[in-house]
């Protein structure tokens, strides 16, 4: 954000002298103004803080179908079909199931949180033990999963406009980026409503080649099941091939944070609406994978039946074995129809993909330099990298890059769920999330070591340090090293990293608002906005209230609220739990 300069700080008495004391920085008392394009919430959403209920106007329908929205993508059909080939039907109908009930299990109590919490992964990794600036680093993975699926997203965009209008691969790659920035530039509401009209031509698109090769080509799904793969694996079931396959699937597992993104915006829940907020968050959190797996494995089908007209490689391009599906049915006119479903496809998930980048870019440079632009210009940074991926081609290299990454998410989502599930629960860690730079440690190790531990054998792991069986198995390394060191290192700690200083609002923080209550506002000193106490923070430095935003801005005042907080008693474990 754009501060304005800092005035003098006027006179104050003189305090008697306490050397014993470290010296604390005078407080600057300029009124702090934020760019246009920061302080328009509209175009903002909240990217860097708490969403507050005054904000959350949609119905849990509304924030459920926009975040399904953004699992249109193709990339399942090309991960799908590339396991098949490289593992054969047995093993990669095993190791999709296989990483679909891990994503879905490792989802549940994230997306719950950050719906009742009215908070995004990155806001939830800080208060579930990283830190503040220990979650800098979560903030990157996120990042790159944002960037690394738009690339791939994108290029399967491009090869759509190559075969419909011709169009050179790089100048498509340009196209599919420039095409989704106005849709993010404006935040939620657009994309809900896009989300919303596209909905009905998408689902229809999904479902219609199944329904042509089922009418056309039935045997074609029992040959399937008994497909070996392009690469002599046999159809059987193998180990390494179950494990491989694996681990390219959990490579999705970070997805869960674009969901979070929307379901921050869920309502509150009261007794009225519980049974709707419920299945929304469930269905539209760790709900997407169930159609997910089913894309992988319908990707993979489609690939399958199309493989002795396409070849090999093009099996692998969502739109030629989607063409070839719809061919029996409307001939000449298969080609534009299954460009048209890509493009919408790729248009719902980039979306998403654009504006998840934003926030993870939002968050992470906030941190560093102390200012905040505005969510809107990071779009351009992701989409950018995005469009340097697509013309290094790498889609070409998707499965060894798909797999690399998986060990790094995993790592970070299992220390995150291992907070959530185990570490509150038996006391080891607060039950409310406490996200706050005023309040926290810079790094916090029980997560942040976790992760760190975790992906670091992992990754020793996957470029087969330990063996063959290991590199296989890599991400299941790195998924029980991370549960289980997060808990230790909890109780090892006795939870002191956690909360740096007690705080007073702590109910408030964890966003419990009774039903029908009136939500209260406090004014931030730093900026004179109004904002809902969760959001908001005792700053001594300040000498009263501080918004979020302008305490994680603040470089004046060094962490004069937290410098002199030793870890040496255990925090408050039993605060009221809002999951």
């Known amino acids: 954000m754009t501060d304005t300069a800092a005035a003098p700080a006027t006179e104050q008495p003189e305090q008697p002298e306490q050397p014993e004391q470290p010296e604390q920085p005078e407080a600057p008392k300029a009124h702090r103004s934020y760019a246009k394009s920061a302080a328009d ?43 098949v080939m490289s593992y054969g039907f047995t093993n990669a109908l095993a190791a999709i199931l296989a ?24 806001l939830l990794t800080r208060g579930s033990g990283f830190g503040y600036f220990g979650s800098t680093l979560t903030s990157l993975v996120y990042a790159s999963f944002t960037f690394i699926f738009f690339a791939l997203e994108g290029s399967i965009m491009a090869q759509a406009f190559h075969q419909v209008l011709h169009l050179p691969t790089p100048i498509g790659y340009l196209l599919t980026t420039l095409i989704v920035i106005p849709i993010v530039f404006k935040g939620m509401a657009w994309i809900a409503r896009m989300q919303a009209w596209t909905q009905p ?133 298969a080609l534009p129809l299954a460009g048209l479903f890509v493009v919408v496809s790729q248009v719902k998930i980039n979306s998403t993909n654009a504006y998840s980048g ?33 013309e290094l081609n790498m889609f070409s290299a998707l499965n060894s890059l798909l797999g690399f990454y998986s060990n790094v998410a995993i ?31 810079p790094v916090n190790p029980v997560g942040f070591g976790a992760m ?54 702590a109910l408030a923080a964890a966003g419990s608002v009774e039903p029908g209550a009136e939500i209260s506002t406090l004014t931030c000193v730093v900026c004179d906005g109004a904002y809902e106490t969760p959001d908001t923070a005792d700053c001594p430095f300040h000498s009263g209230t501080i918004c979020s935003l302008c305490c994680s801005l603040d470089a004046d005042c060094h962490d004069a609220c937290t410098r002199g907080a030793a870890a040496t008693e255990p925090v408050l474990l039993g605060m009221p739990s809002v999951q």
């Open 99 to 122: 990483a679909a009930v891990v994503i879905f299990l490792t989802g549940i109590p994230i997306a719950r949180a950050c719906a009742a919490n009215g908070v995004d992964m990155d």
């Open 201 to 333: 031509l998408w689902i229809l698109g999904l479902i219609v080649p199944f329904v042509v090769l089922a009418v056309h080509s039935p045997h074609t799904f029992s040959a399937f099941t008994h497909f070996g793969g392009t690469h002599g694996v046999g159809s059987g079931f193998t180990v390494m091939g179950f494990g491989l396959g694996t681990g390219i699937a959990l490579s999705l597992i970070a997805q869960i944070g674009e969901q979070a993104d929307y379901l921050r915006f869920m309502p509150q829940k009261t007794p009225g609406n519980a049974r709707r907020w419920n299945f929304a968050v469930l269905a539209a959190g760790p709900g997407w994978v169930v159609i997910g797996a089913a894309k992988q494995l319908g990707g993979a089908l489609l690939a399958f039946s199309a493989l002795g007209v396409v070849g090999n490689a093009k099996a692998l391009e969502p739109i030629a074995p989607y063409v070839e599906s719809l061919r029996p049915w409307f001939g000449a006119a």
């Open 358 to 390: 934003s926030l993870s870019w939002s968050n992470f440079f906030s941190r560093l330099t102390h200012r905040h632009p505005g969510r809107v210009w990071y779009i351009f940074l992701n989409c950018g990298i995005s469009l340097l991926l697509m």
């Open 41 to 83: 919430e509209s175009l903002e959403d909240y990217s860097l803080r708490y969403a507050p209920h005054s904000f959350r106007r949609w119905s849990p329908f509304a924030v459920a179908t926009t975040a399904l929205g953004g699992i249109a993508y193709l990339a399942d059909y090309a991960i799908g079909a590339g396991i």
């Open 411 to 441: 790592a970070w989502i299992g220390a995150v769920t291992a907070d959530l599930v185990i570490n509150k629960p038996l006391g080891l860690s607060p039950k409310y999330i406490e996200f706050k730079r005023a309040y926290l440690h």
């Open 452 to 505: 760190c531990v975790a992906a670091g054998v992992s990754i020793f792991a996957f470029y087969g340090f330990f063996g063959d069986y290991a590199k296989a198995f890599s991400p299941f390394i790195a998924l029980a090293l991370a549960v289980v060191c997060s808990p230790l290192i909890a109780w090892a700690t006795r939870g002191r990293y956690y909360v740096a200083r007690p705080n007073p609002d």
